[in-house]
């Protein structure tokens, strides 16, 4: 069974190394204390992982919060539980 977007959060925070509710509707680069461009990396390449899917350079670029990687993942046919 694939991932749904409502792991996302967790996906998030697991790669950031911070309890899951560390990870809100707000969470951004500019927001999130531990999120920085090495982080975003990790990020990235555990959401591809998680999902199946492969970023885009230009997507890839604006994966800098919890709204806009789950709008790319739904771009990818990645839907809700």
Not at 44 to 71: D, H, M, P, W
Request: net charge negative; glycine share 4%; with cysteine.
């Amino acid at each position: 069974m694939a991932l749904s977007l409502d792991n996302l959060p967790a996906i998030i925070a697991e790669a950031l190394d911070i309890p899951c509710e560390g990870v809100t509707e707000s969470a951004s680069m500019d927001l999130t204390e531990k999120w920085d461009s090495a982080a975003s990396m990790t990020i990235i390449l555990q959401v591809e992982e998680a999902y199946g899917v492969t970023f885009e350079a230009e997507e890839i670029v604006e994966c800098t919060s919890l709204v806009k990687i789950r709008n790319i993942l739904k771009q990818h046919g990645v839907v809700s539980a």
